[in-house]
């Protein structure tokens, strides 16, 4: 598992969070109705399902229309992302499976290791200060560092670049199709984690991450 590379260049890897690391799409659905609901906004599961990934401007305006002032989707966006931060910081958060191995194994390995999500990065803070695995990531891309959301490849080539790692040496692991798509369009290739979707066009595909052989990461960038 992350055997190294000596000579041929350093390589890296491009977590997504949600859905990969870790699983909060409960604390998202929570923090989402309780925000809405002050806006008197009744939000339903199936609409939290469809906008569910996005970033939080596209999100507003899905539920408010495109129209939706910038000041509104940003007081109301904080006001989600707070109370998100709070029900990870008094309930806790727990990595998925197989997740805290293969950390430690590319780590061991040589790999250089990023966080590229459309969260906040305060979100991203909580999460890693609350499972104590800051040290395995060399990069954080967050919602602040990109302008556009996936299957954009910005958030992708962003950490790429903060890495200093070239797109072809990076391997994105990601839960959602707008995400495995924006690792095609980066010259990237991806391993697809079944969390929340049925199927995901990527270059390895399972359920957890227990699931990968030990050379998964090496046969992917040869």
Not at 49 to 77: H, K, Q
Not at 110 to 130: C, F, H, T, V, Y
Not at 167 to 180: F, L
Request: one cysteine or more.
């Amino acid at each position: 598992m992350g055997t190294g590379d000596a000579g041929r260049g350093r390589r890296a890897v491009l977590w997504d969070v949600d859905g990969t690391l870790i699983d909060s799409s409960e604390y998202h659905w929570l923090s989402w109705r309780e925000a809405l609901a002050a806006e008197r906004f009744p939000l339903t599961r199936e609409q939290f399902a469809v906008m569910f990934g996005r970033r939080n401007d596209e999100i507003l305006r899905g539920y408010f229309g495109e129209g939706y002032p910038a000041s509104e989707v940003a007081r109301v966006g904080d006001a989600k992302e707070e109370l998100y931060r709070r029900l990870v910081r008094e309930r806790g958060i727990k990595l998925l499976p197989g997740v805290g191995r293969w950390l430690a194994g590319l780590k061991a390995g040589g790999w250089l290791q990023a966080m590229a999500s459309s969260a906040p990065r305060a979100n991203l803070e909580a999460i890693a200060e609350a499972l104590g695995i800051g040290g395995y990531f060399d990069a954080v891309v967050s919602a602040e560092d990109v302008t556009a959301g996936k299957p954009d490849p910005q958030v992708f080539l962003r950490a790429a670049a903060k890495l200093g790692v070239a797109p072809a040496r990076c391997v994105v692991v990601e839960d959602a199709p707008a995400g495995t798509e924006a690792a095609r369009r980066a010259g990237m290739r991806s391993i697809g984690v079944l969390t929340m979707h049925e199927s995901l066009r990527a270059d390895l595909v399972v359920r957890t991450l227990e699931e990968l052989p030990g050379d998964a990461f090496d046969s992917l960038t040869g």
